[in-house]
């Protein structure tokens, strides 16, 4: 059965701490790895990864793709409270994403 | 242009009732997806629609459960006869022709069953 994991479950950090959360998949036709951050409402796309190796940055945020050790890492630098949410991993197959439980982080000042 | 647009936002229904919630896709986009979420859990793929057909309904349960996209209107996910069990947000997602993977969310709706 396809699975993706993620951890740490829960991270409580302050601001300014650099955080790094994990993500591995089993995945049939695996095609790429995408993140999520979900506050309140709906997930809000972060990055999209297909190939092993090349780190996406988008401000503070980078992640990167090891199709080796089928996993994946999203960090974040100098976190902020606005940071706080829930991040999801998700594989995409042949013609869905199936996620991850996520990581719930929080930032306190 | 409006992104994915899912009704309502809120849903109450009591044990037994039925529940319907739409999704009206992206301007262009002819794939929708519908994931649940239970309190504390990741996003649990249900069903994969194009215009008037189910691709993929590996996640949806056996029973009282059914999708439609018909060619005109919204995406419906229809629930018969509600248990609290199924109290969850409910999202949509649409994509472009192709299905690509460049999903786009709807805010969700949260249906409760007392």
């Known amino acids: 059965e396809d699975k993706v994991v993620q951890s740490p479950l829960s991270l409580v950090v302050h601001e300014g701490d650099t955080v790094t959360l994990n993500c591995s998949y089993e995945v049939t036709n695996f095609r790429s790895l995408l993140w999520y951050k979900q506050e309140k409402k709906a997930p809000t796309f972060l990055f999209m990864l297909t190939s092993s190796g090349i780190e996406k940055k988008s401000g503070r945020l980078s992640s990167i793709l090891d199709k080796k050790e089928l996993s994946s890492i999203l960090n974040i630098t100098a976190t902020q409270t606005g940071d706080s949410a829930i991040y999801l991993c998700?594989?995409?197959?042949?013609?869905?994403?199936?996620f991850g439980t996520g990581t719930r982080l929080q930032v306190f000042p | 242009n409006a992104g994915v647009m899912q009704n309502p936002r809120h849903l109450v229904r009591r044990r037994g009732q039925e529940a319907r919630l739409r999704c009206s896709p992206m301007?262009?986009?002819?794939?929708v997806y519908w994931y649940r979420q239970l309190p504390e859990e990741g996003l649990k793929f249900m069903v994969y629609l194009q215009k008037e057909n189910i691709i993929d309904e590996s996640g949806m349960p056996k029973e009282r459960f059914s999708a439609e996209f018909p060619k005109e209107g919204p995406s419906i996910l229809r629930i018969q006869q509600v248990v609290r069990g199924d109290s969850a947000a409910y999202f949509c997602a649409s994509s472009p022709p192709g299905g690509n993977y460049g999903y786009t969310f709807g805010s969700g709706t949260r249906l409760t069953v007392v």
């Open positions: 998700a594989a995409y197959n042949t013609d869905k994403l199936i």
């Open positions: 301007k262009g986009h002819s794939h």
